[in-house]
């Protein structure tokens, strides 16, 4: 399955903690990471893209990352899937 997360700077915490520990961290096992983007706002702050078999992998990282980001996880498809369905959709109500 596709997720997009959506991750916001938590209010006391900076960046710069962030950085220094993205710089280490490995996404857990189960967790494909598709694209990663840091964005100049605070909220969302970090876009990450990525497969799972189930959303398991978020609960680790949201305990690895739960003190300096809220984090939100929304399950997603790809504008290719997006159009077929909808293609399919609009066949089905002709």
Known sequence: MLFVALASISPGS???EG???RLQWNPPEGMNILGEYWLET???RVVMVF???SLAPMGQVRMQWGDLFEIEVF???TGEQGMEMLRQAMASEQ
């Open 14 to 16: 900076t960046f710069q």
């Open 19 to 21: 950085g220094a520990r």
């Open 42 to 44: 605070g909220s969302p």
């Open 51 to 53: 497969e799972a078999e």
């Open 75 to 77: 399950p997603a498809m």
